[in-house]
């Protein structure tokens, strides 16, 4: 199963499902969006990023969607495991303004097998 | 590529007491530091920007002076936790962007949890 449309907190789902999350942003102006994976206890981790001049990137087994009108984000990940398991955050910038990333709020990703 | 070390990776402490924590850029020189702490469950709030050889700059609401940085070096900026009490624990997780590979891509520490009792 996957789930689309608002954010939600957590997402479960079976192994070998695809997974979708969801995340809003906020400022406008952002043009960099980068989505992590943070498992417990741990830092996050990089996944996957896209630049505003963009509507879709693919990585390994990852993809990522943006609709600037709606400032909408969405991540999608294929044959979801175990393994990816963790607490996924949209992150937004502003590529030039040598500023932080804003984090959004995370969903918790459970797969079960 | 790209390595961002923090310690200690944990820390207990009495009240009143002072912590500090150390973040490295270990394989690249990193001008821009970022401060970040984290409550269970809850997203990532930037504390400060550390910017090397001069002063941090400060989310609103951070005290500056419960809270100082030092970013001495390209690799090492460190967060004090000064008079630490209960509320300060949580969990503090440094980032730096490496200027050789753009402005863009943060990479992040392991994170260092407090434990302030």
């Known amino acids: 199963g996957e789930s689309v449309g608002l954010h939600l907190p957590t997402l479960s789902v079976q192994e070998g499902d695809n997974s979708i999350i969801n995340c809003a942003y906020s400022n406008s102006a952002s043009d960099y969006f980068i989505w992590y994976k943070q498992e417990s206890g741990k830092g996050p981790q990089f996944i996957i990023d896209?630049?505003?001049?963009?509507d879709k990137r693919q990585g390994q087994r990852v993809t990522v969607l943006l609709n600037k009108t709606v400032k909408h984000l969405s991540l999608q990940i294929a044959a979801t495991q175990p393994g990816d398991s963790a607490v996924y955050f949209c992150?937004?910038?502003?590529?030039?303004?040598?500023?932080?990333?804003?984090f959004g709020k995370g969903t918790t990703l459970s797969v079960s097998s | 590529g790209a390595v961002v070390s923090q310690h200690p990776s944990r820390v207990i402490c009495k009240s009143g007491t002072s912590v500090k924590i150390e973040c490295r850029s270990l394989d690249f020189q990193a001008t821009t530091m970022f401060w970040y702490r984290q409550f269970p469950k809850k997203s990532l709030m930037l504390m400060a920007t550390s910017n090397e050889g001069s002063k941090a700059t400060y989310e609103q609401g951070v005290e500056k002076d419960k809270f100082l940085i030092n970013h001495a070096s390209l690799t090492l900026s460190t967060l004090t936790v000064t008079s630490a009490h209960p509320e300060d624990s949580s969990f503090y997780i440094c980032?730096?962007?490496?200027?050789?590979?753009?402005?863009?891509?943060?990479?992040f520490g392991p994170g260092t949890r407090l434990l302030v009792l």
């Open positions: 980032s730096a962007k490496d200027p050789q590979r753009g402005q863009e891509t943060q990479y």
């Open positions: 896209i630049r505003s001049n963009m």
């Open positions: 992150a937004e910038n502003i590529r030039q303004a040598g500023t932080a990333l804003i």
